[in-house]
């Protein structure tokens, strides 16, 4: 049997780091596994640095920064671990390795849950002798922030797995959605991809710069969809008449603009347009700098709104 407070995070990249620190702070231990021997400085400090936005956003409950071991061997990093979170390269023979690797150490009643964003569980499953405690629990980046979990299982599944791997993620803070079909992407990448789509096209079509375009997003939208989604938002559109008088009075406008709506691949002069683009948008700031910035308006909007969700 496993220990409920044990857990293992494999693979400690930026995701993986991330799932640390917000599983140390939930209470639990977690053995850390990863080839990478600046593993253990990289990941303390990963935590030390996202403490305090974890105590800041009441999710330190009785946890310790301290409460890490790390392992070359992962099979010795999953013994006694009750939740088991994969955040290996996304290579499917890395991933198939792996799984090898630790399905005898495994406790009986242990959960793995595959970070993967570009694999599908199907594939994933060919990996194992018997995935029937293996699931999805695709996270968003940074995991410590963002709540978003996507959980799937399927017939190869046991009973009871993707509810006891949603319960283990609600206990340490996180929302989960459950995805009833398999497709590439799983649900909230296909919708960032589909936004993401327009935006390229918008700037490759000379309607706007990629400044404005992502200036467009968070300035209207995004702050709308931050609260809610996009059906429930069209919902509240037509006042007391909802959703039905909403249809009715945008469906003309809709079918518009979905046909005029860009299809596009990203080739390699596109990439550069939009390279040069986010250039001049971040104007000389470098990427740490700008996801520290990101991370703190992100603290602050779960801080702000933790009350408005309780209710």
């Not at 600046?38 to 400090?45: A, F, I, K, L, M």
């Not at 690797?101 to 002798?129: F, N, P, R």
């Not at 559109?237 to 079918?255: K, V």
Request: proline share 5%; charged share 20%; with cysteine.
């Amino acid at each position: 049997m496993s220990d409920s407070k044990h857990t293992s995070v494999l693979g400690a990249g930026v995701i993986g780091a991330s799932w640390t620190a917000l599983f140390l702070a939930a209470g639990h231990s977690v053995a850390v596994f990863d080839v990478s021997p600046n593993v253990e400085g990289t990941v303390r400090d990963y935590v030390e640095r996202a403490w305090p936005t974890l105590q800041e956003l009441g999710l330190v409950k009785g946890g310790s920064p301290d409460a890490v071991s790390f392992h070359k061997n992962p099979a010795e990093a999953v013994e006694g671990a009750s939740f088991i979170q994969e955040s290996v390269p996304e290579r499917i023979s890395i991933k198939h390795q792996l799984y090898k690797d630790i399905e005898s150490s495994l406790a009986d009643d242990a959960v793995v849950a595959t970070s993967a964003s570009g694999l599908t569980l199907s594939e994933m499953q060919e990996g194992w002798k018997n995935p029937a405690r293996f699931v999805l629990g695709h996270p968003f980046n940074p995991p410590h922030l963002i709540p978003l979990v996507e959980v799937m299982g399927n017939v190869r599944t046991d009973d009871g797995v993707v509810e006891a791997a949603e319960t283990f993620y609600e206990s340490v803070g996180k929302v989960t959605i459950r995805v009833n079909r398999e497709v590439p992407g799983h649900v909230a990448n296909r919708l960032q991809a589909a936004v993401w789509r327009e935006a390229i096209h918008l700037v490759k079509s000379g309607v706007a710069s990629v400044a404005d375009v992502d200036k467009a997003m968070w300035a209207g939208p995004g702050l709308r969809w931050a609260a809610m989604g996009p059906t429930m938002l069209f919902h509240l559109g037509a006042g007391e008449g909802g959703l039905a008088a909403f249809c009715e009075r945008y469906t003309d406008s809709f079918n518009r603009w979905w046909d005029d709506l860009g299809v596009l691949h990203l080739d390699p002069a596109t990439a550069q347009e939009l390279v040069t683009g986010v250039a001049a948008e971040a104007n000389g700031q470098s990427p740490s700098a700008l996801s520290e910035k990101r991370d703190a308006m992100i603290a602050s909007m779960q801080k702000a709104m933790a009350p408005l969700r309780a209710n």
